[in-house]
């Protein structure tokens, strides 16, 4: 294979599948997308029931744990990012959350220029096939299926959970990716006929028929190639390694980084990119000094907040080996029933306390009382909620400690070192307990085994949640864009690394600050828009929509 390239993509993640589609979609551009991990045709990958298999596999997963953190009383984090075709998106949720009106309109007022909701709205439209169909919010025919799974009709308990926010006096929002995000409604998926909507599956199937993308899978990537050309470092390719032989290829016009917001810091890095006390320390010469590059890391924590169900409806009756596998069976067949579905169908956004603009606490809604595992939590039924603060505060890093491409890089998240962190888990635990205790979840509600009814001070609860919270596997923000005057944001607005002529970054770690809610959609967003701005080409028109502001956000809860 001919290794010379106008575009060098690294990752076949959300965002790279994306690039590599619309950077080789006219048929003139030569593209070569690396990826570290091979195939995604795995039925654990595309039956979206199956989804706590995949991210628990290292043959799809990179084995990436935190350090012991400080503020979870000295435990170690599990951080699973996809090393197979569709990355992440290939061993999500699969849960199609945006983001709030004002996570965007905050990057532009970081220095983000160009990236307001009105300029990202077309391009989460292009991206996304809606159930319901395009409307001013929606995509109607974009390559992303996204839809309520079984719509709520195989379980009452969704419904009970959305009427019981109502009932605690939240309000309904039909559409959360619409018009309103906050109050409570059903769930959106990344589903198309009942199989995962990867990026893989959306966008690299369709681009990989054509002639000038090349798709390379098992290229441990070891390092960008840089020269310094009239006084200015320039990208010039990727140093690969495949099959125990170290390769180069080069790129003609750029070298694109879409490898996450772990890969991407760690491969900045290893180049000779980041911060010069970081490098040297690492044994690696540096080649241009970036502060920010590792820094700014952030990530939602959750919790699953757990009850017993009186009736015998939940999930957990789903549990046992003939029951699964005649959900495989049907899926398998028709593509329809349990298989089809990720069973979170219905959610939340609401606010911690008054004075947010915008709501800051997520649910996720499961008929059934699981562990992380995907196991039953306790003999029986149950049902549950993971719920947790969508804005941090507290920040970590992403930073190597050897010149070695295969050595884990060190992954400091600082969790719950924020005071605000540990105030907002407090009022996320009492506010959970009185929205589950409202009478429409009476006829189903058992005793509450998690957290359980004995924690009840500030101390207990604390002191809980720092022994339970786990990561809900958002890391992300760790190569952030923004103004020229921050000295920590390594890109500019159009995705440049400022210092480093023909070098670009697109994926979740080029946020300046974690979006509300999960991150593969805006990821695929960001991909979709960076896509236009390399090829040169006019960004859609900006769309200025109404969207709904609780009318005394200032001085009301709810």
Not at 28 to 49: A, C, W, Y
Not at 200 to 210: E, F, G, V, W
Not at 288 to 311: I, K, M, R, W
Not at 531 to 554: C, F, Q, R, S, Y
Request: net charge negative.
């Amino acid at each position: 294979m001919e290794l010379n390239f106008d575009y060098i993509i690294v990752g076949a993640g959300s965002a790279g599948c994306v690039l590599a589609d619309r950077l080789s979609k006219d048929g003139k551009n030569r593209v070569l997308l690396l990826e570290k991990g091979g195939s995604d045709r795995h039925i654990f990958i595309q039956m979206p029931t199956a989804l706590s298999y995949p991210m628990n596999m290292e043959r799809f997963c990179w084995p990436f744990h935190s350090v012991n953190e400080v503020g979870l009383d000295g435990r170690s984090l599990h951080t699973p990012r996809g090393k197979t075709l569709g990355g992440s998106s290939s061993i999500n949720g699969m849960v199609y959350v945006r983001g709030h009106a004002e996570d965007f309109n905050q990057w532009q007022e970081q220095g983000a220029d160009g990236w307001s909701y009105e300029d990202c709205l077309p391009y989460f439209k292009r991206a996304e096939s809606w159930m319901g169909g395009a409307d001013e919010y929606r995509g109607g025919a974009g390559p992303v299926g996204t839809c309520n799974g079984n719509n709520m009709q195989k379980n009452p308990l969704y419904q009970a959970f959305i009427d019981a926010g109502v009932e605690a006096g939240y309000g309904h929002t039909d559409d959360y990716n619409g018009y309103r995000q906050e109050g409570f409604g059903p769930m959106h998926m990344t589903v198309k006929e009942g199989v995962r909507s990867s990026t893989s599956n959306a966008y690299l199937r369709r681009a990989m028929k054509r002639g000038n993308l090349s798709v390379l899978t098992g290229g441990m990537s070891r390092r960008i190639i840089t020269k310094e050309i009239e006084g200015e470092l320039v990208a010039t390719g990727i140093e690969f390694e495949q099959g125990g032989t170290i390769q180069i290829a080069s790129a003609n016009k750029e070298v694109i980084l879409s490898a996450g917001s772990i890969g991407s810091p760690q491969l900045l890095q290893l180049s000779g990119i980041g911060p010069a006390d970081t490098l040297k320390q690492a044994g690696v010469e540096v080649k241009f000094s970036a502060p920010g590059v590792g820094a700014n890391l952030q990530d939602h924590l959750e919790v699953y907040f757990q009850y017993e169900c009186t009736q015998p409806i939940s999930l957990n009756r789903k549990l046992n080996p003939f029951s699964k596998a005649l959900i495989g069976a049907e899926w398998i067949m028709f593509k329809s029933g349990l298989g089809a579905t990720n069973h979170f169908e219905s959610c939340a956004f609401i606010r911690s306390r008054a004075g947010l603009k915008w709501p800051d606490i997520q649910y996720h809604f499961l008929p059934a009382a699981m562990r992380y595992d995907g196991n039953a939590a306790f003999k029986g039924d149950g049902f549950q909620v993971h719920v947790g603060p969508n804005k941090p505060a507290s920040r970590g890093s992403v930073n190597i400690k050897s010149p070695k491409p295969d050595a884990l890089p060190e992954i400091r998240f600082n969790y719950l070192t924020a005071e605000q962190d540990i105030e907002d888990w407090r009022a996320c635990i009492r506010l959970t307990r009185e929205i589950l205790g409202q009478n429409a979840l009476s006829p189903f509600r058992g005793n509450e085994i998690k957290p359980g009814t004995d924690i009840q001070t500030d101390e207990q609860i604390d002191a809980w949640v720092r022994e339970n919270v786990e990561s809900a596997y958002h890391p992300s923000c760790t190569v952030k864009m923004g103004s020229a005057e921050d000295p920590m944001a390594v890109l500019d607005a159009k995705c440049r690394v400022r210092g480093v002529r023909s070098l670009r970054v697109v994926d979740s770690s080029i946020f300046p600050t974690i979006t509300n809610g999960n991150l593969n959609a805006p990821t695929i967003m960001v991909a979709e828009k960076a896509a236009d701005t390399i090829l040169g080409k006019p960004a859609l028109p900006a769309e200025d929509v109404p969207v709904w502001e609780h009318p005394n956000w200032m001085n009301e809860q709810r």
